[in-house]
């Protein structure tokens, strides 16, 4: 299969690299519990996916309904769900609110993205200019929430973990979708998961895709469990 080439110039994160050290973000909520460590994500495979009907298929009775927002392959009370990531403003280095709406479990989440814009589905994520993905930690500071803003050279090609960006590993998957993983567990904190365009610059009012790791935290409301069936009204709802 032939990528699209929006997909070709995003996977900037399959190279293998030589890693920094993760860095932990600073939590809200200090008695934040330890993640679910224990639940390590499976070997990255394309061919363990598949896409039917515009979902993609990445567990057993799990199908991402649609690519407007990131998707996250999280584990509760030793089940996997699937969780979508809310988004919020940035502008500048100042993300608007005081804490993320994604809550997620697992120390290790396998995050899944659509970066093309040939799809039946509407809002993709990662749509539109070539688009570099960044992982990194929020800092949290008398309710304020602030994030390094990185230019797309420093996260493609040989500079993906110079610090604060934490390394990641990506695989390209059928019809447009990316795997995103963190080469190492995420510690209780604040994270963002953070769309950089080739054209954008690191300053004005853009979005970021914010969660936070917290292994005590409740059930986020949105969750799609195995089996779960949604309608075509729910599935073409645009998530924020």
Request: charged share 15%; with cysteine.
């Amino acid at each position: 299969m032939r990528l699209p080439a929006p997909l070709a110039l995003a996977l900037m994160f399959s190279v293998p690299l030589c890693c920094a050290p993760a860095l932990s973000a600073q939590t809200a909520d200090p008695a934040a519990a330890p993640p679910n460590g224990a639940i390590t994500a499976p070997p990255a495979r394309a061919d363990s996916y598949s896409v039917q009907k515009g979902e993609l298929i990445v567990a057993p009775g799990l199908r991402i309904p649609n690519g407007n927002v990131p998707w996250v392959l999280d584990t509760v009370e030793g089940k996997q769900v699937l969780v979508p990531v809310h988004h919020a403003a940035i502008n500048g280095t100042a993300i608007e609110g005081t804490a993320s709406k994604t809550p997620l479990h697992s120390a290790s989440p396998v995050f899944f993205v659509h970066t093309s814009d040939r799809t039946e589905n509407t809002g993709d994520s990662g749509r539109g200019v070539p688009t570099g993905w960044a992982l990194l930690p929020i800092t949290v500071e008398g309710g304020t929430r602030t994030v390094t803003r990185p230019k797309f050279s420093e996260v493609n090609g040989a500079t993906v973990c110079v610090p604060p960006v934490l390394c990641t590993a990506a695989e390209s998957l059928p019809e447009g979708w990316l795997r995103i993983l963190p080469k190492s567990p995420l510690t209780p904190g604040e994270y963002a998961l953070l769309p950089v365009p080739r054209t954008s610059a690191t300053t004005g009012t853009l979005v970021v895709y914010d969660f936070t790791i917290d292994g005590a935290a409740p059930k986020a409301k949105d969750e799609v469990s195995a089996g779960q069936n949604l309608d075509s009204t729910k599935k073409k709802k645009r998530i924020r």
